[in-house]
């Protein structure tokens, strides 16, 4: 399912991404590592390769948001200060909050 994501075209991934962020859901509580390890380089992709249309950055913003429930808002930006530029990771406190 992540390798998909991580795959899909411009139309294909918002649906990818909410499908993705509904497995999470499902499995964090049992698997919280193994979904960080999987979720997160998706969101910095999702997040370097831009938000062009509306449609990508509301699956985005939801993706993120998902995450931020998940993990809580400080882990995943902890996490972002090391994987995102200060430009993109500004981006992803805008998504969020």
């Known amino acids: 399912m992540a390798a998909a994501t991580r795959k899909a075209n411009i139309k294909q991934k918002p649906y990818m991404l909410s499908v993705f962020n509904r497995l999470n859901c ?8 193994q979904v960080e390890v999987v979720a997160l380089p998706i969101l910095w992709d999702s997040l370097k390769s831009g938000v062009a249309d509306l449609e990508m950055k509301k699956a ?14 400080r882990a995943l930006l902890d996490q972002a200060s090391m994987e995102l530029d200060p ?7 805008s998504l969020i909050r």
């Open 87 to 93: 430009s993109r990771k500004k981006l992803l406190e």
């Open 26 to 33: 499902k499995l964090y509580p049992t698997k919280p590592k």
């Open 60 to 73: 985005i913003t939801e993706f993120a948001k998902g995450l931020t429930q998940l993990m809580g808002e």
